[in-house]
């Protein structure tokens, strides 16, 4: 038999490696179904299969993880390589092939996602796994792949980025992290709930202006965020729209009797299609909550969607609520997590009091400007107050996100980490800007040098942080890269709502306990309770997915090796741990963990989608292990 010679969408084929190799390292594939070349041969001798022309060279280096059915006379089989960060990985350049014998008919074919899982289902790899479960993750697979492929029309460009001011590159890098969002998950682009219009009208990558709707709200049925102190001057429409724009605003409220009584609230153009009159009919008809005509220009999506970028004042980011669903998770813009986003930027204030390097190192967005309807106990924050756990008001809020000023200004560049972790067909990298900036060449000693400073200025402001007790959601999403001239200075931390603490350190450290809210019967997952979960977001949400893309992106780009970049990266964090004063015994532990255990945890991506059971707006999460690829590089020829 000749080889098939694959013929695929090159979007397609991410997502399936996405999915294999998370089926792998989650052992939904074991590994007693990975076997060395010779092994897999015998095995496939039955079916008359030569594996001979499917492997380039080195074939008795190669393996192969073969999926027999034996009654039905099927088989799968693909390639797998051994891996760095998890045990085997599948690359989107190989093929999965269907070996069919049930007629005696042999018949060889090449497949793609839908079919693997179709035949993984029929072999049994999900029978623990609820039937509801796996015909809603077969849906959405659909979903993805069929929204996936509208990238095609992507109105990303960084070819001129050298041109442009701090302000649009930052803009037009937000709309290229948006291409990939969540890096190495299946569904990252699947958003459930938008048309294909909508796909094309609201995700950033194809960067279109937005029109923001407008409601009246009645100020009696509304809460604060503590950064609000005079709600006349601090609304969203003193804020967010042109002078022009606030008058005609202004003009529509006093016409309709609403000046004195009601503030004006935007909302997202889905939101107000879809979901506004479901949930707020009855505010309507009582007077509560007015639907204006007027409706402002101006924002574009950032990479997190609900978070939209002003065109002419960037320095000001508007979250709004939208309700579809994207990574199991519905985007609500809850009371109960703004109010954790404040306490944890005073947190995060205090922490930078007491370490002069994160004072000069560290950035943080205000946050604590925010507007949300709450039709009761509108001054009561405590755990009591139940109309903070509900769904209805997280459909009508408002946050303000005040990106320090200056880094859109030259000569500051802001890099959302995420837009470093992948490579748009036809479009130069991130990091080819970065180095261009630097004039610098990208050879490999160049390449190298520059990672190495990006992992220094990483691990150093998380570390600081680290040892005070506090770890941020540190996705290549909420951070951004600090650069001045090109040269990097910091991180730039968004979003505080996620930080998470060791409250032992907190407190040894002088920093105050932030009293988390959450309700009564539920135990609140900012506090944790050791050192080793607190690292767990350094290995994993830091290491495995936000550098470790960049890491395979930059090898792939560059025609590195990829074992050199991790190299590096092991390098500069032992280098940050040495010169951070940790206690003898913290030290010890952290060596042990970050360098000399072969295993990690790691956030799994398929199992909580297949096997769990989850709260509204909550992202489906579970922890699995996989290999230590700092361990490997150091251990493993």
């Known amino acids: 038999m000749n080889a098939l010679q694959p013929v695929y969408q090159l979007t397609d084929r991410t997502i399936l490696q996405d999915f294999v190799n998370a089926l792998l390292v989650e052992e939904l594939i074991p590994e007693q179904y990975v076997f060395d070349f010779a092994m897999a041969q015998a095995k496939l001798n039955g079916f008359d299969i030569d594996l001979e ?27 797998v390589n051994q891996g760095i960060a998890q045990p085997w990985c ?24 839908l079919e693997l ?79 294909q219009q909508e796909y094309l009208q609201y995700c950033p990558e194809f960067a279109q202006e937005l029109s923001i709707h407008w409601v009246a709200v009645h100020k009696d ?32 409220m006093f016409q309709r009797g609403l000046s004195e009584s009601h503030i004006a609230m935007p909302v997202h153009p889905w939101q107000f299609q879809h979901l506004f009159e479901q949930f707020f009919a009855e505010d ?88 949300s309807y709450l039709p009761e106990k509108q001054q009561d924050r405590s755990a009591d107050n139940e109309w903070l756990f509900v769904e209805k008001p997280t459909h009508l809020a408002a946050q303000r996100r005040h990106i320090p000023p200056e880094l859109l200004q030259q000569p500051y560049q802001l890099i959302p980490m995420a837009s470093l972790g992948h490579k748009i067909s ?33 691990f150093e402001v998380n570390l600081r942080l680290f040892r005070l007790g506090l770890m941020g959601e540190i996705h290549g999403q909420n951070l951004c890269l600090v650069l001045k001239d090109g040269q990097f200075e910091g991180l730039m931390f968004r979003d505080h709502d996620s930080l998470r603490i060791y409250l032992p350190w907190v407190l040894q450290n002088g920093l ?21 979960e607190l690292l767990f977001y350094i290995q994993t949400l830091g290491i495995q997915v936000n550098l470790g893309c960049i890491v395979e992106t930059l090898a792939k780009h560059y025609q590195i090796e990829v074992r050199k970049f991790w190299k590096v990266l092991a390098v500069e964090l032992q280098q940050i741990l040495e010169q951070l004063d ?56």
Not at 93 to 109: A, C, H, R, T
Not at 512 to 532: A, C, G, I, K, W
Request: charged letters at 20%; glycine letters at 4%; one cysteine or more.
């Open 284 to 371: 309507v008809a009582l007077g509560i909550c007015q639907p204006l005509n007027f409706i402002s220009n101006g924002m574009y999506a950032s990479a997190s969607m609900r978070s939209l970028l002003s065109e002419y004042i960037p320095q000001e980011s508007l979250k709004l609520p939208i309700g579809i669903k994207a990574l199991g998770s519905l985007r609500f813009l809850p009371i109960v997590k703004m109010i954790n986003g404040e306490k944890n930027q005073k947190l995060l204030l205090q922490a930078q009091q007491k370490d002069p390097v994160l004072q000069q190192k560290l950035w943080l967005c205000e946050e604590t400007q925010w507007w």
């Open 426 to 458: 036809g479009q130069p990298t991130v990091f080819d800007y970065i180095l261009q900036r630097q004039g610098l060449s990208n050879g490999t000693v160049e390449v190298l040098d520059q990672f190495a400073q990006l992992c220094a200025c990483f």
């Open 90 to 113: 599948f690359f989107a350049e190989s093929e999965i092939l269907l070996v069919d014998q049930m007629n005696d008919q042999g018949q060889l074919q090449s497949i793609e996602l």
């Open 512 to 532: 105050d306990d932030p009293d988390y809210l959450s309700p009564h019967d539920f135990r609140n997952t900012l506090y944790h309770d050791s050192v080793e």
């Open 53 to 79: 022309p499917y492997f380039n060279e080195r074939i008795e280096q190669q393996h192969v993880v073969l999926l027999l059915e034996q009654q039905s006379k099927r088989c799968v089989f693909f390639p």
């Open 221 to 252: 049925k509304m809460m604060f965020g503590a950064g609000v102190e005079d709600i006349f001057t601090q609304q969203p429409s003193q804020i967010f729209i042109n002078r022009a724009e606030r008058h005609q605003l202004k003009q529509e």
């Open 117 to 195: 899982f179709q035949y993984l289902q029929d072999m049994g790899v999900f029978q623990h796994c609820q039937t509801n479960k796996i015909q809603n993750f077969a849906d959405q697979i659909q979903k993805c792949l069929q929204q996936y492929r509208l990238l095609q029309q992507h109105k990303v460009n960084t070819h001129e980025l050298m041109h442009q001011s701090s302000a649009q590159i930052f803009r037009i890098l937000e709309q290229y992290a948006g291409y990939r969002d969540r890096p190495y998950h299946p569904l990252s682009k699947l958003k459930e709930g938008l048309s």
């Open 582 to 637: 940790f206690q003898p015994e913290i030290r010890k532990q952290l060596q042990r963990l970050l360098f000399e255990s072969p295993h990690w945890p790691y956030k799994q991506l398929l199992r909580p989608l297949l096997e769990q059971e989850t709260r509204i707006g909550s992202m489906p999460s579970g922890i699995g292990k996989t290999s230590n690829p700092l361990w490997q590089v150091f251990n493993q020829s």
